[in-house]
């Protein structure tokens, strides 16, 4: 039952073997859709240009980087305000 819907929502069959039991397999067909129903939903290729960097690989990096004082990569509450905003 469960898996009939999943299979009709996303329009593919469901995982099997191994890959069945990895949330992870099951999360990417959801997600890829999911974000193809977004991205085609939007107009604007501003909003399209925001989509694709946010989503891209690394960018959010920067939020793993440590706080060294010392090596200058230690920003204020200031910089980190703007470069969420941006």
């Known amino acids: 039952m469960v898996r009939d819907v999943w299979s009709t929502a996303y ?8 890959a069945a039991t990895k949330q992870s397999t099951w999360d990417r067909v959801a997600t890829a859709s999911e974000r193809q129903v977004v991205t085609s939903s939007l ?5 399209k240009a925001r989509l694709l960097s946010v989503t891209s ?3 959010s990096d920067w939020l793993h980087a440590l706080p060294l004082s010392g090596c200058g990569v230690r920003l204020d509450d200031r910089a980190i305000h703007i470069a969420v905003g941006l």
């Open 11 to 18: 329009a593919t069959d469901c995982p099997t073997g191994p």
């Open 43 to 47: 107009s604007d290729a501003r909003d």
């Open 57 to 59: 690989p690394h960018s």
